[in-house]
T-cell receptor, first 114, second 112 residues
Framework: DTEVTQTPKHLVMGMTNKKSLKCEQHMGHRAMYWYKQKAKKPPELMFVYSYEKLSINESVPSRFSPECPNSSLLNLHLHALQPEDSALYLC?????????????FGSGTQLSVL | DQQVKQNSPSLSVQEGRISILNCDYTNSMFDYFLWYKKYPAEGPTFLISISSIKDKNEDGRFTVFLNKSAKHLSLHIVPSQPGDSAVYFCAAFLQGAQKLVFGQGTRLTINP
């Protein structure tokens, strides 16, 4: 199983809503990532979890709150988002600590904030 | 500060010919380079990679070349097929920081 599964595939939310994005992998990877991609731009790193601990936060606003309940699951809790937060949110996983680190990406959640 | 650059936003190639996608980087500490292929509204799919200690890696129709002195890598696809039409991202991995940095992407179109 080389899949990273993300749900939901599409999400529309208002600026006062609270929602969560979910990500799951069963490759035994110990690192999981959240990336954000705007149209016609490259993916940008948001957060990295290694061994279920937050290791990198790329100065992401607090309205985005990551959570790693266990080594297979990664959540991104959303609250009071702005329209400019509309983007494709990508989850990825990797082995962690190898010299040839390869990230496997999910299909993403297309988020629209109204 | 764009550490990984793909200067060609688009490339159009005839089916059966060679496609060459280019990528430049500025950080000499990058130790691993990857190419990803991406379709709209989908996640990037890993294509091929190369370690900084090598200058070439080949996998079927795909070959990646690395020129460390020029801080340049390229992806060759031969022969190009219509299914290769997608956006291709060059990415560089910084092991110490455990970060994968993407270039801006090149949209490849293969014409029949």
């Amino acid at each position: 199983d080389t899949e990273v599964t993300q749900t939901p595939k599409h999400l529309v939310m208002g600026m006062t809503n609270k929602k969560s994005l979910k990500c799951e992998q069963h490759m035994g990877h110990r690192a999981m990532y959240w990336y954000k991609q705007k149209a016609k731009k490259p993916p940008e790193l948001m957060f990295v979890y290694s061994y279920e601990k937050l290791s990198i936060n790329e100065s992401v606003p607090s309205r985005f709150s990551p959570e790693c309940p266990n080594s297979s699951l990664l959540n991104l809790h959303l609250h009071a988002l702005q329209p400019e937060d509309s983007a494709l949110y990508l989850c990825a996983s990797s082995q962690w600590g190898s010299t040839n680190e390869k990230l496997f990406f999910g299909s993403g959640t297309q988020l629209s904030v109204l | 500060d764009q550490q990984v650059k793909q200067n060609s936003p688009s490339l159009s190639v005839q089916e059966g010919r060679i496609s060459i996608l280019n990528c430049d980087y500025t950080n000499s500490m990058f130790d691993y380079f990857l190419w990803y292929k991406k379709y709209p509204a989908e996640g990037p799919t890993f294509l091929i990679s190369i370690s900084s200690i090598k200058d070439k890696n080949e996998d079927g129709r795909f070959t990646v070349f690395l020129n460390k002195s020029a801080k340049h890598l390229s992806l060759h696809i031969v022969p190009s097929q219509p299914g290769d039409s997608a956006v291709y991202f060059c990415a560089a991995f910084l092991q110490g920081a455990q970060k994968l940095v993407f270039g801006q992407g090149t949209r490849l179109t293969i014409n029949p």
